[in-house]
């Protein structure tokens, strides 16, 4: 099992970007697949984006065609890119694997704001 550390959030303006990596703590070459997810306050965490080892991806349709999940096995890191931010993305974002969820990491806060 490996501890996730998410970063890369911050403040940006509406349609601007930001890269969220995610550091994993060892190897992740044999780990199935990462998610990425989002909660913004008073909701629930909601599943954004994914991939898996062969490096297949699938989002949710309010982030099809802005955002690009990523993973490079060698540096043990996994990547969000966020292009096109609009304000409804502001949350705070986590990374976790899959299909077996494990412990989650404090997040990383994105916010979109003029």
């Known amino acids: 099992q490996v501890l996730l550390v998410e970063s890369g959030g911050g403040l940006v303006q509406p349609g601007g970007s930001l890269r969220l990596p995610c550091a994993a703590s060892?190897?992740?070459?044999?780990?199935?697949?990462f998610n990425w997810y989002r909660q913004a306050p008073g909701k629930q965490r909601d599943w954004v984006a994914g991939?898996?080892?062969?490096?297949?991806?699938n989002y949710v349709d309010s982030v099809k065609g802005r955002f690009t999940i990523s993973r490079d096995n060698a540096k043990n890191t996994v990547y969000l890119q966020m292009n096109s931010l609009k304000f409804d993305d502001s949350a705070v974002y986590y990374c976790?694997?899959?299909?077996?969820?494990?412990?989650w990491g404090q997040g990383t806060q994105v916010t979109v704001s003029a």
């Open positions: 976790n694997t899959g299909p077996i969820i494990g412990p």
């Open positions: 060892g190897s992740i070459g044999s780990i199935n697949s």
């Open positions: 991939i898996t080892k062969r490096g297949s991806t």
